[in-house]
């Protein structure tokens, strides 16, 4: 079955410091993998796709199909990338391509 | 505004009684999804119509939880003899064939079931 894993609920950390938010994957084809990012008072809204290999407002990602990880970095936080981040794997089912979200990781960037 | 309108966005009813979500999509986004959200979780997939067909139901569309899309365009979610564990937060989003992945989300209509 599809899975998508994020360990961690909360994620605190300095202003200028690095930013890892873990995501894991269970998927028995071909991989696309997305982060979705919900911002306070804010819709849920997509941050990066796997496919694009684009930083978007400093993040990036890599999808490691060894370790079925698609793991989001920043070098340096800021506060105003304090938000919700899901992790979503997108897949067919024949009749229509799904998303499933990871349980979502809440970033908390302090002075 | 042109993005992805629900209404109402707070809903609370008394458990038993029959509630109905709208969403309005993106006017050219032929693809719309309902999903469904309950605290400290990611959204659950609970329907996809591709204009006016419901190509896909969720296990966890129980037979009181109804969904339509009347010629393609806005789509309506119905859940009938509610229950306190239908307290969640029903997300809409909206797609166009050939954009690869990405949904844009309704802000979402709360429903609370006492």
């Known amino acids: 079955a599809q899975r998508v894993t994020q360990p961690e609920k909360l994620l605190s950390v300095f202003k200028g410091a690095p930013v890892e938010l873990k995501c894991n994957y269970s998927?028995?084809?071909?991989?696309?993998l997305f982060w979705y990012v919900q911002y306070s008072r804010q819709r849920l809204q997509l941050l990066l796709r796997?496919?694009s290999r684009e930083s978007i407002k400093g993040f990036t990602a890599d999808l490691n199909k060894g370790e079925t990880s698609f793991h989001l970095k920043k070098p340096f936080a800021q506060e105003e990338d304090s938000a919700m981040y899901y992790c979503?794997?997108?897949?067919?089912?024949?009749?229509?391509?799904?998303?499933?979200f990871g349980t979502g990781t809440r970033l908390q960037v302090t002075l | 505004d042109t993005g992805v309108s629900q209404d109402p966005r707070h809903k609370i009813t008394k458990r038993g009684q029959n509630v109905t979500f709208r969403c309005d999509p993106i006017?050219?986004?032929?693809?719309l999804y309902w999903y469904r959200q309950t605290l400290g979780q990611g959204p659950e997939f609970l329907t996809y119509?591709?204009?006016?067909?419901?190509?896909?139901k969720s296990r966890l569309l129980s037979d009181r939880f109804s969904a339509e899309r009347p010629k393609g365009s806005f789509s309506t979610l119905e859940i009938q003899r509610t229950e306190q564990g239908d307290s969640a937060m029903y997300l809409c989003?909206?797609?166009?064939?050939?954009?690869?992945?990405?949904?844009?989300f309704g802000e979402g209509s709360r429903l609370t079931v006492l």
């Open positions: 989003a909206s797609s166009f064939i050939g954009v690869t992945g990405e949904l844009f």
């Open positions: 998927y028995s084809g071909s991989p696309e």
């Open positions: 796997h496919i």
């Open positions: 979503a794997l997108r897949w067919n089912t024949g009749t229509a391509s799904k998303l499933t």
């Open positions: 006017s050219e986004h032929n693809r």
């Open positions: 119509f591709q204009n006016e067909a419901q190509l896909e």
